[in-house]
T-cell receptor, first 109, second 115 residues
Framework: GQQVMQIPQYQHVQEGEDFTTYCNSS?????IQWYKQRPGGHPVFLIQLVKSGEVKKQKRLTFQFGEAKKNSSLHITATQTTDVGTYFCAVNTGNQFYFGTGTSLTVIP | EAGVAQSPRYKIIEKRQSVAFWCNPISGHATLYWYQQILGQGPKLLIQFQNNGVVDDSQLPKDRFSAERLKGVDSTLKIQPAKLEDSAVYLCASSLYGSPGNTIYFGEGSWLTVV
């Protein structure tokens, strides 16, 4: 199946610090989606990126799709305790969805 | 709009026993997915249906796992016999279609513990 790696696997930050997670694919992607999973919860859709070099913002979250459409990043500015959770990227190959390995974010108050 | 419904929420069984999970997707969603999520890992696709046909079941351990979606709406996932390593959350999800760009909506999950 599709290989999608995310780094880092874990990240601990002080509240107010920034956070970035990266998603890397071995193949060119048609699009990429990002999901957030709170502890004990289920993945919830955040955003989809389609175009090469695309950048989208949601309040303190900035999502970027690489020029080669093989990688993506999610950046959170000034983290808050509500940002705690695991962030997954997800990719399509054909009609199948595959999830990345995830980055678990802990925010220390 | 009602979300993806799953039951049971929690199940504890002994190894070698059987278990079945049920899922009702969002109304009108043609594509239904079953994912297995082991603690600390990302969701792993087990099987994907498009209406009542199987699109992908390459990662489904077919010697013990089975799934069906007979009428193209709700679905069941069965494990028989269960092994300790099957302890995980089984997430059902649906989307309008399986084609690129469609958002996946997840249910709350069924938490399985095999002892």
């Amino acid at each position: 199946g599709q290989q999608v790696m995310q780094i880092p696997q874990y990240q601990h930050v002080q509240e107010g610090e920034d956070f970035t997670t990266y998603c890397n694919s071995s193949t060119t992607l048609s699009n990429i989606q990002w999901y957030k999973q709170r502890p004990g919860g289920h993945p919830v859709f955040l955003i989809q990126l389609v175009k090469s070099g695309e950048v989208k913002k949601q309040k303190r979250l900035t999502f970027q799709f690489g020029e080669a459409k093989k990688n993506s990043s999610l950046h959170i500015t000034a983290t808050q305790t509500t940002d705690v959770g695991t962030y997954f990227c997800a990719v399509n190959t054909g009609n199948q969805f595959y999830f990345g390995t995830g980055t678990s974010l802990t925010v220390i108050p | 709009e009602a979300g993806v419904a799953q039951s049971p929420r929690y199940k504890i069984i002994e190894k070698r026993q059987s278990v079945a999970f049920w899922c009702n997707p969002i109304s009108g969603h043609a594509t239904l997915y079953w994912y297995q999520q082991i603690l600390g890992q990302g969701p792993k696709l087990l099987i994907q249906f498009q209406n009542n046909g199987v699109v992908d079941d390459s990662q489904l351990p077919k010697d013990r796992f089975s799934a069906e979606r007979l009428k193209g709406v709700d679905s069941t996932l069965k494990i028989q016999p269960a092994k300790l390593e099957d302890s995980a959350v089984y997430l059902c999800a649906s989307s309008l279609y399986g084609s690129p760009g469609n958002t996946i909506y997840f249910g709350e999950g069924s938490w399985l513990t095999v002892v």
